[in-house]
């Protein structure tokens, strides 16, 4: 199976990081307020960046290393400065 490793930019201006097998489907039901608890009122999401595909194991240690990232880093991942 392919895991994707995708960060959310919430309309706080902070981000979220998360693995999904199907990108698109996860940010619905974060969007939808089922997804994490983190992300449940911190709307309007949108995807900033994803990336894969990856195994589980290898996404996950993907997630680790783009948790322990800089908020500017995160934003850089995006393409470009802070909105």
């Not at 392919?2 to 960060?7: A, F, I």
């Amino acid at each position: 199976m392919n895991w994707w490793v995708y960060v959310l930019r919430c309309g706080d201006g902070s981000f979220y990081t998360g693995i999904s097998t199907d990108v698109e489907r996860r940010l619905m039901v974060h969007q939808a307020g089922r997804g994490a608890r983190y992300t449940r009122g911190r709307g309007p999401l949108t995807l900033w960046w994803a990336c894969g595909p990856y195994s589980h194991a290898v996404a996950l240690s993907e997630e680790r290393r783009i948790k322990k990232l800089s908020h500017q880093e995160k934003n850089a991942l995006g393409g470009g400065g802070d909105q």
